[in-house]
């Protein structure tokens, strides 16, 4: 209001963000109560089993463990079934850990746990509970290294909604033969009533009809309120409805009223009229149900206890404003271990995850740069176009980590591109009554985006499918253009002009909660479970029938829930090497390659080895061969000359006998006879050879080049001591193009080479005298 100083305007839109998040608040809490069981409890008394009572504790954010609930004292109980149920909140976005304390309770008199012998404990957290409600868990001696009762103690909870939360009375009310109010001839009433809800000594309205003119036969319409704002879930409570006619002039006229319970209200049932201050007998007309019925809305709870299997989606922001890696400045900076990508990452994931059965999470980045590539707004975190699943947190942050070994940062900040990829992922998605796969897409940016019109576009088509967005804003930048994609001040429109089905973008910049650990996921996730229960609600969409299973224990069989236990979460697998992927626009090739190193030793019983000849970029100044399993024992100490490059393209070689040659120092001085010997089919390139090098075991600056085929290697050879070996040949096809013998051990000798020039074919020349 532009009639407002700022101070105020401030302090009125933070009232009404307070009001904004009680009421999402009070919209996505339920209650649950926790049934609790134990098996085969230990003796801690000396000639009679043990008198257990079990106690939880939840985790108090920055206040440590609170007594939330305990149950009975049962005595002389090894397996007890406590009927005692625990209640507490559940909340989707919260983390809620709980502990579990099994007593031997000596001492009934008092409550404190000091006297009591102490059996064993656990802890889970709330929403592990409700995922896997019913499995037996193991109790755990003080410390939580040793497993208590002999390693046969298990407690197990059942955890259920406590059903009155979401329980709906819909009701359509008629007067009949009420009274006449009004004086005239020709008079009659403007009947109307209220709803009032007892609390305590007073009475709360909670709802209030519409006023039916001139008649004394009303047929108001209908109404549907939940059993919390009837009764607060309490069934025996009473409710009182009262009936006056509207007067425009002065107080109105009370009709009567009368008084009932919840499980009184039913089809086609009369409540007579009274006026208690009057008298009691009269009756002053009836109210009528015509229409009454209860019924409970499936809540987010419902669908994950019927098997709902929950998957989270990873976006990447690789674009330059997040600074130099390498710098500790950047929002990717990794000196310290971690930064607001791996915090965000963490705090949302260690919530997410537990509804995740597979644990495998796609993760994608945009924004990015391949060495030797082009920008690309939506490639694998992992590298792994064909599977781009890492298993858990731990393994996305390991790839992660490892990204920025081929991925260069760069720009612009397109979401377009992952979005049209989730696209095609969540339709292969199913969600219908008897399967059901919800998606989360969690985007972390550090910036304003630079597509917006293909952004919401894309966001209209998302909003028909079964998935919630989440975009985090780490870093200072502008972000008022995601605060628009968030849609609580409009609704998105494309730019058809076709409105979003629903609010699924929900945006929150990090830097908010620089002083909150706990706000980031509070905030993120909390309209969640609202957006699913709008999506299943549009398509009407049943959550699947809860029915427990047997879950299989080492030591008894326990009826538990359907849903399977969750796989722990492990380490996702290493990328082959942590060397930068190839330049492809630098080399022309049109592959990945990796380098590889010839071993300093061979050993002569090693065996021979298949591999295809690999290549790197120029810059490294590593050249590729075949790999041979033979002892290379030679050693080159001057440098190899260059012959120009030949042109000519690799082609296929057929068999052939290749005539007598004697080879040089390194592979090409191992001193061969090859006779008849099978040459195999020589490997296709994309291009013409590049420039390439033998590999030996030590050379200084190598820069030999390669021409039609590695035997057509142009090199200047000088007087260099020599060490080499003669082998028997042995023909062996293989794939590559390499022709491998396997060697006999020699005496070396070392003779003086006479430095010569030598064309592409340098190994047909004979070999010195006395060689």
């Known amino acids: 209001r532009d009639d407002l100083p700022k101070r105020d305007f401030v302090l009125l839109c933070t009232y009404s963000e307070l009001l904004r998040r009680r009421e999402m608040d009070q919209k996505a809490k339920s209650s649950v109560e926790i049934k609790v069981s134990c098996r085969n409890l230990t003796s801690k008394d000396l000639f009679s089993k043990s008198d257990p009572v079990v106690i939880c504790y939840e985790n108090i954010r920055g206040h440590g463990w609170r007594e939330v609930g305990r149950t009975e004292l049962l005595w002389n109980k090894h397996n007890p079934d406590f009927k005692t149920k625990i209640k507490m909140p559940y909340y989707f976005e919260k983390q809620q850990d709980l502990k579990f304390e099994v007593w031997d309770w000596d001492n009934p008199k008092t409550k404190s746990t ?5 059996i064993g404990y656990i802890e889970v957290s709330l929403a592990t509970a409700v995922v896997e409600t019913g499995m037996p868990r193991k109790l755990m001696k003080r410390g939580g290294r040793r497993i208590a009762c002999k390693g046969k103690g298990r407690l197990i909870l059942r955890v259920e909604e406590i059903k009155g939360d979401n329980e709906k009375l819909y009701m359509k009310l008629s007067g ?10 020709f008079a009659k009433s403007d009947p109307y009533f209220q709803v009032l809800r007892q609390e305590g000594k007073e009475w709360i309205k909670v709802y209030e009809s519409e006023v039916k003119k001139r008649t ?13 704002q009837l009764c607060n879930g309490d069934r025996n409570r009473n409710i009182r409805f009262k009936v006056y006619d509207h007067d425009t002039v002065g107080s109105h006229d009370k009709i009567g009223e009368f008084q009932c319970r919840i499980d009184e209200l039913t089809k086609g049932k009369r409540f007579p009229l009274k006026r208690p201050k009057k008298k009691k007998d009269k009756t002053y007309g009836y109210i009528e149900l015509s229409e009454a019925l209860r019924y409970k809305d499936p809540t987010f709870l419902d669908y994950v206890r019927g098997g709902m299997d929950v998957s989270v989606m990873y976006a990447i922001d690789y674009t330059g404003s997040n600074g130099d890696p390498n710098h500790p400045r ?7 271990g971690h930064n607001p990508y791996t915090d965000a ?22 924004g990015g740069k391949m060495r030797g590539g082009n920008v690309s707004h939506c490639f694998p975190v992992n590298g792994n176009p064909s599977k781009p699943e890492v298993k858990g947190t731990v393994g996305l942050l390991n790839a992660y980590r490892q990204s920025f070994q081929r991925v260069l940062l760069s720009g612009p900040t397109y979401f377009s591109g992952i979005l049209q990829m989730v696209n095609a992922i969540v ?12 998606t989360i897409l969690v985007i972390i940016t550090d910036g304003e985006i630079n597509d917006m019109r293909h952004t919401i576009d894309n966001f209209v088509l998302l909003s028909k499918m079964p998935i919630s967005v989440v975009i985090v804003g780490v870093g200072q930048a502008n972000f008022s253009k995601m605060e628009k994609l968030d849609g609580d001040d409009a609704v998105l429109t494309s730019s058809r002009g076709v409105k979003c089905e629903r609010d699924i973008v929900q945006f929150v910049p990090m830097r908010r909660f620089r002083n909150n650990p706990f706000g980031l996921t509070d905030e993120t996730l909390a309209e969640i479970p609202d957006q699913l229960l709008k999506y299943a609600k549009k398509y009407k969409i049943q959550p699947m029938a809860f029915h427990e299973r047997e879950w299989k224990d080492d030591v008894k069989t326990v009826i538990g829930s359907v849903m399977e236990p969750m796989s722990t979460m492990t380490i996702g697998p290493a ?34 080895q298949q591999q295809q000849p690999q290549y790197v970029q120029q810059q490294t100044q590593y050249v590729q061969q075949p790999q041979y399993a033979q002892q290379a024992s030679a050693v080159a100490t001057a440098p190899i ?23 040089g120092a390194g592979w090409w001085q191992q001193g061969v006879q090859v006779q008849q010997t099978q040459v195999v089919q020589q490997p296709q390139y994309v291009q013409p050879a590049q420039q390439q090098q033998p590999i030996v075991t030590q050379v200084v600056q190598p820069q030999a080049q390669q021409g039609g085929g590695w035997w057509a290697q142009g090199a200047a050879t000088q007087q260099v001591p020599v060490q080499y070996n003669t082998a028997q040949p042995v023909t062996q096809p293989v794939q590559g193009g390499a022709i491998i013998v396997q060697t006999t051990t020699a005496q070396p000798q070392t003779v003086p080479v006479q430095p010569q020039n030598s064309g592409a074919a340098w190994w047909s020349q004979p070999p010195p005298p006395g060689a």
Do not use: C
């Not at 009949?176 to 001839?185: A, E, N, V």
């Not at 992927?581 to 990796?594: E, F, L, P, R």
């Open 114 to 118: 000091i006297g009591q012998d102490f």
């Open 176 to 185: 009949i033969k009420l009274p006449k109010m009004d004086f005239g001839f």
């Open 216 to 228: 004394l036969d009303p047929r108001w319409n209908p109404v549907t309120l939940t059993l919390r």
């Open 330 to 336: 950047s929002l990717h900076y990794m000196g310290t």
């Open 345 to 366: 990452i963490t705090k949302i994931n260690n919530i997410l995850s537990v509804y995740d059965k597979s644990q495998m999470i796609p993760a994608f980045g945009f």
């Open 427 to 438: 339709s292969s998605k199913s969600f219908h009554a008897s399967k059901q796969e919800y």
């Open 575 to 608: 990328p082959s090497s942590t060397y930068p992927a190839v330049d492809t626009k630098a080399t022309g090739y049109s592959q990945q390659t990796q380098p590889q190193y010839a071993q300093q030793t061979a050993y002569p019983q090693q065996q021979p």
């Open 641 to 663: 000359a260059t012959a120009p490059i030949a042109t000519a393209p690799m082609a296929t070689a057929p068999a052939a006998t290749v005539p007598v040659a004697t080879q």
